[in-house]
C-alpha cells in the first residue's frame, strides 16, 4: 500500500513536470504551428541558468526560479524572432528543420561549455512529510503545486486577459486576428517565450530531484511529444490530463512492470492511438 | 518546341552521364591517391553515408515527410546484422539482406499509423521513435549488450570468382570497393526510382496530397512503400557499418546520427541525387578536419543548417542551379532539368 502510494505521488509528480513541458509545446504549436523539437533543450538550459544562478552567485532557489525564467523568455523571443519567423511563409518542414539544428547548437553548446559531468541543485527545503507510509520530499509538494498554479495561471491568461485572448485569436485564425488588427509576430515571439519559460520553470523544479546535464531534455521532449499526440495536438487540457496520464503510467510501469522499457511501452501506446484515433483523446479534427 | 526541349534534354543527358563517368573514375583510383588507412577509413564512412543520404532522402526530398528515426533505422539495421551473424552465426551475405527486411519490417510497421496521418506527426512519432528504439537498445542488456554494444562482429565472408580468384574483405581498399559498389548501384537505383511513375506520383503527393488524390494516385500506398524503401537503405547501410566497422554501441541508433544525416542532405540539396550525394561526402570530412573542436562543431553544423533553410533551402546543389539560372552562360544551357 505505501508502495503504490509512493508510486502515485510519484506519477503526480512526473505527471506536472511533463503537464508543463507538454503545455508549452502545445501553446507554441497552436500559434506557430511548429512542433518545437528543441523544447527539452530549452528545458535543459533552463535548469543550467537556474543551478549557475544559485549555486555559482549564491542566489535563493527562488530567485534562481525567476531568473531562469526570464533569461528563457528572452531565449525564446530571440529564438522565435531570429531561426523560425524568417520562414512564416515557407513550406513547414523547414521550420521543423530549424528545430532539429536548435538542439544541436543548444545540447552540443551546453556540451561544449559546462562539460558532460551530472550536476545536483540543491533542494531548497529538505523537509519530508509521511503520508501513510510514503515518504514525500518537500521538493515533491513543491513541484506539485507549483505545476497546478501555473497551469491555471496559464488558464486564467489565455481566456481571461486581453493579450491572452489575442493570443487565442491568433491560434485559431491567422489571417483574422491580422485583420483585427493584432500583431500576429509578436504574439507568436511572445507565445515562445511564455512557452520556453514553462519548460524553464519545469526544469529547475526537477532539477533537485533528477540531476542537470547536457542531455536531460531528451527522454523528457520524447515524452511530451507522446503526450501531445496522445492528448490531441493543440489542446490545452489534452496536454495537462495526457501530461499527467503519461506520468501516472510511466511511474506505475516501472515499478511494477519493467523499469528498462517504459519509453518504448509508451511508443506503443502511441502506435496503439494513433492507428485508433489519430487525432488524439482531446484532439478535434484537422 | 517539343523537339528543341527534349535534344537540349538529351544533350545536358550525354554532359551528365561524361561528369558522372569522370566522377566514378575518381571514385575507383581515390584509395591509391589516398594511401594512408585513415583517409581510407573516412572514404569508406562516406560511402556508408552516402547509402543511408540517399534513403533519407528518397522520404524526405520526394515525398516530403520529415523522418526524425532514419539514424534509428541505420543503427537497427546495424543491430539486426550484427546479432544474426554474431548470435545465428549467418555469414554477412544473408545476414545483410535480413537486416535490411528486418529494418524494413519495422519501417512498414511504424509507417502505417504514422503515415496516415497529415503534416505533423510523422516527425513527432518518428522522433519518439527514435528515443524508445535508443533506450531499447541501450537496455537491453542480454540480447543488444546494452551500452557496451556488440565487439568483435566479422568482416564480410570472403567471396571466390570464377576465375578462381577470391576477394576477402580484410582490407580497408576491399571494403572501400564494396561500400562503393553498393552506394553506385544505390545512385542508379534512385534515378531509376524518380524517374519512374511511382516517382512522379509521390513528388505529385509531395506538390499537393489532396490533388493527387483526386487524380486517382493511391497516395497512402505511395507514401508507405517509399518511407519502407528508404528505411532499406538506411539499413543496408548500418549492415555494412556494423560489419565493417566490427564494433556498434547504442550511439549508433541514437537521433542525433538521424540529424546528421539532414545535414547531409539538407547541405547538400533535398530533392536531388547530387545533393545527398555531395552532403555525406563533404560533411563528414569537414566534421573530420573540425575534430578538434569537439562537440562546438556540431554547434557549428546547426548553425550551417538553420542559415542553409534560411537562405538555401535546397542546399549547394540549388545554389548552384540558382547560379546556372543567373549565369547561364557557365554551361549554355538553362536549368529546370533534373
Redesign the interface.
Known amino acids: 500500500m505505501a508502495i503504490l502510494m509512493q508510486t502515485i505521488i510519484n506519477g503526480i509528480m512526473l505527471g506536472s513536470i511533463y503537464a508543463m513541458i507538454a503545455l508549452g509545446l502545445t501553446l507554441i504549436y497552436g500559434v506557430l504551428q511548429i512542433p518545437n523539437f528543441s523544447h527539452g533543450a530549452l528545458y535543459m538550459i533552463g535548469a543550467y541558468v537556474a543551478y549557475f544562478s544559485i549555486v555559482s552567485f549564491g542566489f535563493p532557489y527562488w530567485v534562481g526560479l525567476i531568473t531562469s525564467v526570464i533569461t528563457l523568455f528572452c531565449v525564446g523571443m530571440f529564438v522565435e524572432r531570429v531561426a523560425f519567423r524568417p520562414l512564416y511563409d515557407k513550406p513547414l518542414i523547414n521550420a521543423f528543420i530549424v528545430a532539429v539544428g536548435l538542439i544541436l547548437i543548444f545540447e552540443n553548446g551546453a556540451l561544449a561549455i559546462w562539460g558532460p559531468e551530472f550536476r545536483r541543485l540543491p533542494a531548497p527545503s529538505s523537509a519530508v512529510i509521511e503520508l501513510s507510509g510514503a515518504i514525500i520530499t518537500m521538493q515533491r509538494i513543491i513541484v506539485i503545486a507549483a505545476a497546478l498554479l501555473l497551469i491555471a495561471a496559464v488558464h486564467f491568461f489565455v481566456k481571461k486577459t486581453r493579450l491572452g485572448a489575442a493570443i487565442e485569436a491568433t491560434a485559431q485564425n491567422r489571417e483574422g486576428a491580422q485583420l483585427m488588427g493584432i500583431n500576429v509576430y509578436l504574439m507568436g515571439g511572445i507565445t515562445f517565450g511564455i512557452g520556453t519559460s514553462l519548460a524553464a520553470v519545469a526544469g529547475v523544479l526537477i532539477a533537485p530531484i533528477f540531476l542537470i546535464y547536457p542531455s536531460m531534455g531528451v527522454p523528457v521532449i520524447g515524452m511530451a511529444f507522446v503526450i501531445m499526440i496522445v492528448g490531441g495536438m493543440g489542446s490545452f487540457l489534452g496536454a495537462v490530463a495526457g501530461g499527467y496520464l503519461i506520468g501516472l503510467l510511466e511511474t506505475l510501469v516501472s515499478s511494477y512492470i519493467t523499469t528498462y522499457f517504459t519509453e518504448v511501452i509508451l511508443f506503443g501506446l502511441l502506435v496503439v492511438v494513433l492507428a485508433i484515433k489519430p487525432t488524439g483523446l482531446f484532439g478535434k479534427g484537422h | 518546341m517539343e523537339r528543341v526541349i527534349d535534344t537540349m534534354y538529351k544533350k545536358s543527358k550525354y554532359k551528365k552521364l561524361i561528369v558522372c563517368s569522370i566522377l566514378l573514375i575518381i571514385a575507383i583510383v581515390a584509395p591509391f591517391a589516398f594511401t594512408s588507412e585513415y583517409n581510407r577509413h573516412i572514404m569508406v564512412m562516406c560511402g556508408v553515408w552516402i547509402i543511408a543520404a540517399l534513403g533519407l532522402n528518397l522520404i524526405?526530398g520526394y515525398v516530403?515527410q520529415?523522418n526524425?528515426a532514419h539514424g534509428t533505422f541505420f543503427g537497427v539495421g546495424a543491430y539486426a546484422t550484427a546479432l544474426l551473424m554474431q548470435k545465428a552465426g549467418i555469414p554477412f551475405w544473408w545476414a545483410l539482406p535480413l537486416g535490411c527486411l528486418a529494418t524494413a519490417a519495422l519501417g512498414f510497421v511504424?509507417g502505417?499509423?504514422?503515415l496516415?496521418?497529415?503534416?505533423?506527426?510523422f516527425?513527432?512519432?518518428t522522433?519518439?521513435?527514435g528515443?524508445?528504439?535508443y533506450?531499447?537498445i541501450a537496455?537491453?542488456d542480454d540480447f543488444t549488450g546494452g551500452a557496451c554494444g556488440l565487439y568483435g562482429i566479422p568482416r564480410p565472408g570472403s567471396i571466390s570468382l570464377p576465375l578462381a580468384k577470391t576477394i576477402d574483405f580484410e582490407s580497408t581498399v576491399a571494403c572501400y570497393y564494396l561500400v562503393l559498389l553498393i552506394a553506385v548501384l544505390t545512385i542508379i537505383l534512385m534515378l531509376r526510382l524518380v524517374k519512374s511513375l511511382t516517382g512522379q506520383r509521390i513528388m505529385a503527393v509531395r506538390g499537393n496530397e489532396d490533388l493527387a488524390q483526386s487524380l486517382g494516385i493511391n497516395t497512402m500506398k505511395d507514401k508507405i512503400v517509399c518511407f519502407t524503401l528508404s528505411t532499406v537503405f538506411a539499413g543496408l547501410a548500418g549492415g555494412i557499418f556494423a560489419s565493417y566497422v566490427g564494433a556498434i554501441m547504442p550511439e549508433n541508433a541514437h537521433f542525433l546520427v538521424s540529424?546528421e544525416m539532414?545535414l547531409y542532405v539538407?547541405i547538400g540539396g533535398v530533392g536531388t541525387i547530387a545533393g545527398p550525394v555531395i552532403g555525406a561526402i563533404l560533411i563528414p570530412v569537414l566534421s573530420e578536419i573540425l575534430h578538434f573542436m569537439?562537440?562546438?562543431r556540431?554547434?557549428i553544423?546547426?548553425?550551417i543548417?538553420?542559415l542553409t533553410?534560411?537562405f538555401l533551402?535546397f542546399g549547394i546543389i540549388g545554389g548552384i542551379r540558382v547560379a546556372l539560372l543567373r549565369y547561364p552562360g557557365l554551361t549554355g544551357r538553362s536549368v529546370g532539368s533534373e
Not at chain 2, 116 to 121: I, K, L, N, V
Open positions: 524526405l516530403g520529415l526524425l511504424t502505417i499509423p504514422t496516415r496521418t497529415r503534416g505533423h506527426y516527425p513527432i512519432a522522433m519518439c521513435l528515443i524508445a528504439v533506450y531499447a537496455r537491453w540529424f539532414l539538407m569537439g562537440s562546438l556540431l554547434v553544423f546547426g548553425f543548417l538553420i533553410i534560411q533551402p
